[in-house]
């Protein structure tokens, strides 16, 4: 069994060393407020008295706070203490951020995983839990099963920067799910209909069969070729103005979907009103 430091004990951070803790592995805590690593004491933990301690303590080394500059202070408190460790930074940021930790963190003779959860706090030590790690290879087959305490562990790259640039990418296509089910719960509602009884039984199983359709789109992506495979741009467009004109009957409003639509209409003005959907990424393109 290994041992970990958990450094950063908000809801997220207090899950992974109770996961730990269940595990069985020997874990250290630290919090910036020392009361909040109480309950993890008196369930098992090791109390440090300092991110330096926390470091000594440990053969891994895991952040969970609030951003990087709060990863760099720690970094930085502990920077004598980390030679021959492996820091896990759990913290969300950018792939920019993450590849330049790394860059700080090697320098102190340690070895380095950036990760992406994606699970909430109930979630963390479940099989449906989800975690992103990229960075060091050896770190990673070094230290797998400690990482899969948390949920399931997938390995990215060596390139740091990758988990949390799947990890922002996967919100995205998140947020887009949910702005479409806010759009259509709208609707329902404005008709006087039950949301929940249309959620459970219709939407749910409609995104479920819609999401087969992904894996075509992203080859297409991939590929840069859009053919059409029955339902083209121009005939979509065409089906909007349907759309917005519910909104408008139902006082609803459309401006979730204003922007795809935008962007939709704006394809089939370039000329390519035969293609599928999936074309429209190349309007996401910044020289």
Request: proline fraction near 4%.
């Amino acid at each position: 069994m290994s041992s970990v430091s958990v450094v950063g004990l908000g809801a997220m951070g207090t899950a992974l060393a109770d996961a730990l803790l269940a595990a069985g592995h020997t874990t250290t805590v630290w919090n910036r407020t020392p009361a909040k690593a109480d309950p993890l004491v008196e369930r098992g933990a090791l109390r440090a008295g300092s991110v330096a301690e926390a470091a000594r303590a440990a053969d891994v080394v895991v952040l969970c706070v609030l951003g990087y500059a709060d990863v760099h202070a720690l970094v930085d408190a502990a920077r004598d203490d980390l030679r021959g460790r492996v820091v896990v930074n759990l913290t969300n940021g950018s792939p920019d951020e993450a590849r330049e930790l790394a860059d700080k963190v090697r320098a102190l003779g340690a070895d380095y995983l950036d990760g992406g959860i994606m699970a909430v706090p109930a979630m963390i030590g479940r099989p449906e839990a989800l975690v992103l790690y990229s960075g060091s290879t050896p770190a990673f087959e070094a230290h797998r099963e400690v990482l899969k305490v948390f949920g399931r562990a997938a390995y990215l790259g060596d390139d740091a920067g990758r988990a949390p640039l799947y990890d922002l990418a996967l919100l995205t296509g998140m947020y887009g799910m949910f702005a479409g089910f806010l759009q259509s719960a709208a609707l329902v509602r404005s008709a006087g209909a039950d949301v929940e009884e249309f959620t459970t039984a219709l939407l749910v199983p409609w995104l479920h069969a819609m999401t087969g359709v992904l894996p075509g789109m992203a080859t297409q992506t991939a590929k840069g070729a859009y053919a059409s495979t029955g339902s083209n741009l121009a005939m979509q467009v065409v089906a909007q103005d349907t759309l917005e004109g519910l909104g408008r009957a139902q006082g609803v409003s459309t401006e979730l979907l204003a922007p795809l639509f935008a962007l939709m209409r704006r394809r089939v003005a370039d000329g390519h009103g035969e293609e599928d959907l999936a074309g429209v990424v190349e309007l996401l393109r910044r020289p």
